[in-house]
């Protein structure tokens, strides 16, 4: 059950952080917003990298920097296409 629960969390956390980063990317710059809510993620991170189990590597800080840089340059494309797209079309 609890994994479901994560789930629905996660879903409902990522549907709302995009819906809420494109209305802001249409009146500010995509970049601004996406360093905004990247810094705003942190503490968050900081919080679970204590508190869940185990010591990470060199290797898997290496990747989980290079995923991190990946995945902030997939949000500020997202962020500049529902800025001039519209959001139903840009989403799919």
């Keep these: 059950m609890l994994p479901i629960v994560l789930a629905a969390v996660s879903a409902i956390a990522f549907g709302a952080a995009d819906f809420s980063g494109g209305k802001a990317s249409r009146h500010a710059d995509p970049i601004a917003v996406t360093v905004v809510s990247q810094l705003l993620s942190l503490p968050l991170l900081i919080v679970l990298v204590l508190v ?3 010591t990470p590597s060199g290797v898997d800080l290496g990747w989980g920097l290079l995923a991190g840089v990946a995945g902030a340059a ?6 500049r296409a529902l800025a001039t797209g519209v959001m139903a079309v840009v989403a799919r």
């Design 74 to 79: 997939g949000v500020m494309l997202l962020y």
């Design 52 to 54: 869940v189990p185990g």
